[in-house]
């Protein structure tokens, strides 16, 4: 692929000619090999060198960096971590504070560095809106969320109900029920981020080579096509692209998300809909929808998903007439003043998802080998944490970083949960897709009879627990 800007809007608004760094072609030694110029690895090698600025520090990556994930996603930097309830559950009380106290801080610390860094990538701290926007059934739900925060330690400096009076002076969303807002989340555009935090661990010391992509690593040792690294730690930062790089493929699956971009909006659009803080929002439904408000207008959305069987890659992401006009109708159902709307962009990105929905950072002080991933499209804030997690580790540390729920201190890569063989996995999505569907259309229907309401939301949320909860096959 030479035409990186068609990745995403993102990768479109860079300035400047986008030009690969160099390939590897030679045999190199390093203390640390990083397989992934995405936000994972450059997050890890940024607070490695802070730390430890003599270390020799490699970057490989397949394409260029912003291919991924970090280039493609919805732009949500949130101070949360995937299945943080159930992680922190098991906590006393003064843990669980200190630990939300450090997820809620990820936003600020990228902002912090940003700014030390000069990397404007347009970073707005605008908090979220969880919109019940379609349904009654989702104001109960979200109620039962705030109440669930509440029993966790979170006060209303975390969590807060905006009533439809409220929320419409942040966002006028048609019939809302209600939304529950957090002020832990900022907007960004995600590209500029990956480049610029490329560029600064560059100036830091650390080599990137780009469309060197790595055919083949284990404990010690790192390949491609035309060189090697040999490195006392190797770091596989790939996430959803996992499935290229085995042994990873039984522990991360890739799914994709699928996102379009409109046009730049009038003023006088942008005063009926709102969103003038920066702030991301949500539909509360089982089936992820988000969206942004860009710097330049915009209104960026993304909804719904797809996992291919075995869970490969999705390559081209050209979205069908089809996949936007389900997109811009979901949209145009929330702000019908946007239902003629021009799209100019479109695009999507493989992410990856863990056995149990269960972010990890792991490292394996045997066989030198330090990973994190699993963050199952919550990876933008995730990452940052990840990177200075990974850091920590590697260099032998011992503080709140390294004690998280979701670390395996000294653990093998074996250890993780496994995903269950072909055809389970592909048959357990689509059954469990399917029943978020048929509770959607049935929910969504004011005339179905409540005992029909009743069923396809109990069976939504079986299928959901037993998505997060159901032990694997070993």
Request: net charge neutral; hydrophobic share 40%; aromatic share 8%.
């Amino acid at each position: 692929m030479s035409d990186w800007r068609a990745v995403s809007l993102w990768m479109d608004q860079l300035q400047g000619p986008l030009v690969p760094r160099p390939a590897l072609n030679e045999a190199l030694e390093a203390d640390v090999a990083i397989i992934g110029a995405g936000y994972t690895g450059l997050w890890t090698a940024w607070y490695l060198k802070q730390q430890a600025p003599h270390l020799n520090i490699v970057v490989l990556e397949a394409r260029i960096a912003g291919f991924g994930a970090s280039g493609r996603n919805g732009g949500w930097l949130m101070g949360n971590l995937l299945g943080e309830d159930r992680l922190l559950a098991p906590l006393a009380a003064p843990e669980r504070k200190a630990a939300f106290a450090l997820l809620h801080g990820i936003p600020d610390e990228v902002a912090r560095v940003c700014q030390a860094q000069g990397i404007d990538c347009e970073l707005r701290k605008g908090g979220v809106l969880y919109c019940a926007a379609r349904y009654p059934e989702q104001e109960r739900r979200l109620r039962e969320q705030l109440q669930a925060a509440r029993a966790e330690g979170l006060g209303e400096g975390d969590y807060r109900w905006l009533s439809p009076e409220a929320l419409r002076e942040q966002l006028n969303v048609a019939n809302a029920y209600g939304a529950l807002y957090s002020p832990h989340c900022a907007t960004i555009q995600p590209a500029k981020l990956v480049r610029g935090l490329a560029e600064a661990v560059e100036r830091a010391g650390v080599r990137i080579f780009e469309q060197s992509a790595v055919l083949d690593w284990q404990p010690g040792c790192v390949r491609t096509a035309a060189g090697e690294v040999r490195a006392s730690w190797v770091v596989p930062a790939v996430e959803g692209y996992s499935s290229q790089l085995p042994p990873l493929n039984r522990h991360h699956v890739a799914a994709q998300s699928l996102i379009v971009a409109t046009e730049p909006l009038s003023s006088q659009l942008w005063a009926q809909i709102g969103l003038d803080r920066g702030q991301a929002f949500s539909e509360n439904s089982r089936q992820v929808t988000y969206g942004q408000r860009t710097r330049d207008d915009r209104l960026v959305f993304g909804a719904r998903g797809g996992y291919r069987f075995g869970g490969r890659l999705r390559e081209d992401f050209n979205l069908s007439q089809a996949e936007r006009q389900l997109r811009q109708g979901l949209f145009s159902d929330l702000f019908p003043m946007l239902r003629n709307v021009r799209l100019t962009h479109a695009w999507g990105g493989n992410l990856g998802v863990a056995r149990r929905f269960q972010p990890h950072m792991l490292i394996d002080r045997r066989q030198q080998v330090a990973l994190a991933g699993g963050f199952g499209g919550e990876g933008v804030g995730a990452s940052n944490l990840g990177g200075r997690t990974l850091a920590a580790l590697i260099l032998g540390q011992h503080n709140e970083l390294t004690e998280q729920p979701w670390v395996w201190n000294d653990r093998p890569l074996a250890a993780l949960p496994r995903w269950e063989p072909e055809p389970l996995r592909w048959l357990g999505y689509n059954a469990i897709i399917q029943s978020f569907v048929h509770e959607d259309r049935v929910l969504a229907n004011p005339q179905a009879p409540r005992w029909r309401r009743s069923m396809a939301e109990g069976l939504a949320a079986t299928m959901e627990r037993l998505m997060h909860t159901r032990e694997p096959f070993a």
